[in-house]
C-alpha cells in the first residue's frame, strides 16, 4: 500500500541502525520485505564482509512465493558488483520481486545508480527517495566520504562551565562525569578514528580505545609535526592501528604505528582531512585539545561537534574552542550537560 511507504522505510532505518560500529566502511543499510499489506522478512547489514541487509531479508522470508506479490524496502540502493559479497540487485532480480523503494541513491561509483538500472531493466518498478532526508543523516559518514572526499569530522571535547578545558598545567581530569565518558567510549565504537595533537598526547597520555564499552577500538591518529613524543606513551604501545601525522617521517616505524608525512611548513585542518581520506578514514572525531579543535573550527572543516560542560569552575586555564553556530540539541547527562552542534555554514 502506497501510503505505508514511509512506515515501512522508518522501521528499514530503525533496523540499519543496529549495524553501527560493525559495517565501516559500509554504509548502514537495513531492508523490510513486505507482501499483501504484512511484514515477510527484515534484515540489516550486520559485519563488515558478511551478508548485506537485503540478503538478510530474502533468508527470512519463510514462504518464498511472496516474495513474487512482494515491495522490498531498503534504506540505500542495493549493490550491483561483486565485493565480499554478490550483487544484492541480482539477488532481487532473481527472487521475482514487485518492487523496490528506496531511501537513498548510493554514490559508491561501483554502484552509483547501477543498481537501480539492473532492476528498473529486469522490469521491478522501483521508488525513491522515500525518508531520503533521515537516510542521508543515517549515513551522513558513508555519504560524506564518498561525495566530498574527505573523512566525516566530528568534534568532541568537555569543558568546565568557566569556558576551560584543562587547567594551566594542562590537568583536564575529570571533567565530565562517569557516564559520559561510558557514553564517549560506546561512541568510540561506532567511528574509524580518533584523533589528537601533540599536547594532549604528552600530557594526557590518551589510550583512545573503547574500554568502558564492548566493541571496536578505533584507530588511534596523533598530530606529532616534529616527532617529539616519547616513545612510552600509550599511542605507542601496539595494542592498535595508529597513524602519527608528522612533517617528515621518523627513522622508527612498527607494523601498528604508521607514520603519514605531510611534507609543509605548516599544518592544517583541510591537510589532515586530505591524508585521511587517501588512507581511508571514513569518519574521525578530532578529541583535542583546544588549539587542534580551535584550528578545526577556523577552517569550518567540520561536520558536528559534541561538547560536554561540567560542574566545576576552573577559575583560569585553557579556554574551550568556540564555534559559531547555535547547539542543535541540549540534555542533561545526570549533573553534567550534553551540547551537539551541526555546521550548517
Known amino acids: 500500500m502506497e501510503e505505508n511507504h514511509e512506515l515501512y522505510m522508518r522501521r528499514a532505518l530503525e533496523l540499519a541502525t543496529l549495524g553501527a560500529g560493525h559495517v565501516s566502511p559500509n554504509p548502514l543499510v537495513g531492508c523490510v520485505i513486505v ?7 527484515e534484515g540489516w547489514h550486520k559485519r563488515y564482509g558478511q551478508a548485506h541487509a537485503e540478503v538478510n531479508a530474502v533468508n527470512s522470508v519463510t514462504n518464498k512465493e511472496l516474495l513474487q506479490e512482494a515491495t522490498v524496502y531498503v534504506t540505500l540502493e542495493p549493490c550491483s558488483h561483486f565485493g565480499k559479497t554478490p550483487p544484492c540487485a541480482d539477488l532481487l532480480v532473481s527472487s521475482g520481486v514487485r518492487r523496490v523503494v528506496v531511501c537513498n541513491y548510493d554514490p559508491n561509483p561501483l554502484v552509483a545508480g547501477k543498481g537501480l538500472d539492473k532492476l528498473r531493466n529486469a522490469g521491478i518498478e ?3 527517495g522515500i525518508l531520503e532526508a533521515e537516510g542521508r543523516e543515517l549515513n551522513r559518514r558513508f555519504l560524506c566520504f564518498m561525495e566530498k572526499k574527505r573523512p566525516y569530522i566530528t568534534l568532541k571535547w568537555a569543558q568546565t562551565p568557566d569556558g576551560f578545558v584543562a587547567r594551566e ?7 565530565s562525569n562517569a557516564l559520559a565518558r561510558k557514553l564517549v567510549h560506546k561512541w568510540r565504537t561506532e567511528e ?16 583512545l580505545n573503547a574500554r ?3 566493541g571496536r577500538n578505533p584507530v588511534r591518529v596523533v598530530l606529532d609535526w616534529h ?4 616513545r612510552h606513551l600509550h599511542l605507542f604501545d601496539g595494542k592498535q592501528r595508529t597513524l602519527v601525522l608528522c612533517k617528515e617521517l621518523p627513522e622508527h616505524s612498527s607494523e601498528m604505528v604508521e607514520y603519514i608525512a605531510l611534507h609543509t611548513e605548516r ?7 586530505e591524508a585521511l581520506y587517501l588512507h581511508k578514514i571514513q569518519a574521525i572525531v578530532v578529541e583535542g585539545g583546544s588549539q587542534l579543535l580551535q584550528m578545526f573550527v577556523q577552517e569550518n572543516y567540520w561536520d558536528e561537534a559534541m561538547q560536554f560542560v561540567g560542574n566545576e569552575n576552573f577559575g583560569n586555564g585553557i579556554a574551550a574552542p568556540i564555534l559559531p553556530q547555535k547547539p542543535t540539541s541540549v540534555e542533561n547527562i545526570k549533573e ?3 551540547f551537539r552542534y551541526k555546521n550548517t555554514l
Open 192 to 207: 574509524d578514528a580518533i584523533l589528537v595533537g601533540t599536547q594532549t598526547a604528552f600530557y594526557d597520555n590518551p589510550q
Open 267 to 273: 599544518t592544517s585542518a583541510v591537510q589532515i582531512g
Open 35 to 41: 507482501a499483501n499489506g504484512q511484514i515477510i522478512g
Open 212 to 214: 568502558d564499552w564492548q
Open 126 to 128: 522501483v521508488i525513491t
Open 336 to 338: 553534567n550537560q550534553f
Open 169 to 175: 598545567n594542562f590537568d583536564s581530569k575529570w571533567i
Open 227 to 230: 616527532n617529539r613524543l616519547p
